[in-house]
């Protein structure tokens, strides 16, 4: 259903602004899934800028490696508002560098040892 007034009202700022307070607070007993739908719901609202950034990194960190790689994918796009060159962002990449690199290396590694050199 679509809201019958914009969302560029002071009164809409306020909500979104009080929402990314409250929901900050409470980012760790999020689960990985449901930041990944808080990174969805607000990714385009710039009012919620801080609280992406803090869902961003809070996913960033060691919960990055739990991910499936759908997951990653998702998180990824919903993260791209934020900017080429966003600290947030930023660690995102290097996470999916680091993961090609990794296969990279091992497929080197099993391309060696079958003698396909």
């Known amino acids: 259903a679509k809201a019958r007034g914009g969302t560029d009202g002071e009164g809409v700022a306020a909500l979104y602004t009080r929402a990314s307070e409250v929901l900050g607070v409470k980012m760790k007993e999020f689960s990985s899934t449901q930041l990944i739908k808080v990174v969805f719901a607000i990714s385009k609202v710039q009012a919620c800028r801080p609280l992406l950034v803090a869902a961003a990194f809070e ?11 759908q997951q990653l ?23 999916w560098a680091s993961g ?12 060696e040892s079958m003698g396909l050199d």
């Open 59 to 69: 996913l960033g960190g060691d919960r990055l490696r739990e991910l499936p790689s």
């Open 73 to 95: 994918l998702l998180l990824t796009q919903g993260l791209l508002p934020l900017g080429d060159g966003h600290a947030a962002l930023s660690l995102i990449f290097d996470f």
């Open 100 to 111: 090609f690199n990794e296969a990279t290396r091992a497929e080197d590694l099993l391309t």
